[in-house]
């Protein structure tokens, strides 16, 4: 439950599952639309390699047909089977011995698959499938295909043909891991415990567009790194002046924490990973600091006694150190990989 963890559905449930299961089952899933960046791959995999840690057995899937309804690279089978190999890879190298497991793989032959999601769909409304729609990154007014409608209970039910007893996801998800928890009893089904880890920002002023409901959730889901935004992404190939040149540009408020990508990094990636946080600047500046913890480098920000931009550029070295061994792994095969 230790961070990047924000929420737990329940502590008290998620105790008992420990207590009866050696080794419990667990799942997270992605869709297939891109290049890997800092919010899927690291932040998301460090909870993975926590749960590892803690006897978990953890699948990471791979929702190719998901991917088909979401029209993600198109909708291209091709393109998305690419990606496929590529984030099976990629999972693979961060979290040695974590299973992946592709939508194709799960349905093929699976009868019972299909029966239950019509099982779940008679008991979700329409509207209560449409409130679920920012899990797609759509709102209820976005004008979808009948197939969009059939997406909530096809992740819905993922989890119960995984065998998962803890559904993993970003607090994005959350609205779909709380609507199987309400419709399992009624199918006879355990609900999942649902983990959600916390939701990177991206390098620009966070913006609110209306995808939920909630104010708060709404600006944090629109301000999420996206692929699809890739200046405002950092993908686990860029190159050390790349990743400074984007942190020179990312917003990052003077004397402010509040929605700050540039101090989410620091929390989030560079204090899982390091121990301090070291900051070179000339003596006119103060000299160079190191702190010893998160709370100290957001409490000198706050108090102006760090600038914003000896921020970012210790920050850029910090995350190229992070980034360096997925980078070469995949060096001189960028071609071949799918953008969105």
């Not at 709404?218 to 400074?244: C, G, N």
Request: net charge negative.
């Amino acid at each position: 439950m230790r961070s990047p963890t924000e929420e737990t559905v329940t502590a008290g449930e998620l105790r008992k599952l420990f207590e009866g299961k050696e080794h419990p089952t667990h799942y997270i899933g992605f869709e297939i639309s891109g290049l890997l960046h800092l919010g899927t791959l690291i932040i998301a995999g460090n909870k993975i390699r926590d749960l590892m840690a803690a006897g978990v057995h953890t699948k990471v899937f791979l929702a190719d047909w998901h991917s088909v309804i979401n029209n993600k690279l198109g909708g291209d089978w091709d393109r998305i089977k690419a990606a496929s190999d590529y984030y099976s890879e990629a999972f693979r190298a961060y979290a040695p011995g974590v299973e992946v497991v592709t939508g194709s793989d799960l349905y093929k032959g699976n009868d019972d698959y299909w029966k239950d999601i019509i099982g779940f769909s008679k008991h979700v409304t329409l509207n209560r499938a449409r409130r679920t729609f920012t899990i797609m990154g759509r709102s209820m007014s976005d004008t979808l295909d009948v197939a969009s409608c059939l997406y909530p209970s096809m992740q819905a039910v993922d989890i119960h043909h995984l065998g998962a007893d803890i559904a993993h996801a970003g607090m994005d998800q959350r609205k779909v891991h709380m609507l199987a928890r309400e419709v399992y009893p009624s199918l006879g089904w355990a609900p999942p415990v649902a983990l959600h880890h916390h939701i990177l920002l991206g390098l620009e002023k966070p913006e609110a567009t209306g995808l939920d409901e909630d104010a708060k959730m709404d600006r944090v889901i629109s301000a999420k790194m996206s692929k699809s935004k890739p200046r405002t992404a950092i993908f686990i190939h860029d190159d050390a002046q790349t990743i400074q040149n984007k942190l020179a540009r990312a917003w990052c408020p003077e004397a402010s924490a509040e929605l700050n990508p540039v101090l989410e990094l620091v929390r989030y990636i560079v204090f899982h990973d390091f121990k301090e946080f070291h900051v070179d600047r000339p003596a006119k500046f103060g000299g160079s600091v190191t702190y010893g913890s998160y709370e100290e480098v957001e409490g000198a920000y706050v108090r102006r006694e760090l600038h914003p931009a000896d921020l970012k550029r210790a920050t850029a070295s910090y995350i190229d150190d992070v980034v360096a061994d997925l980078r070469k792994r995949f060096e001189g095969r960028m071609e071949k990989l799918v953008r969105e």
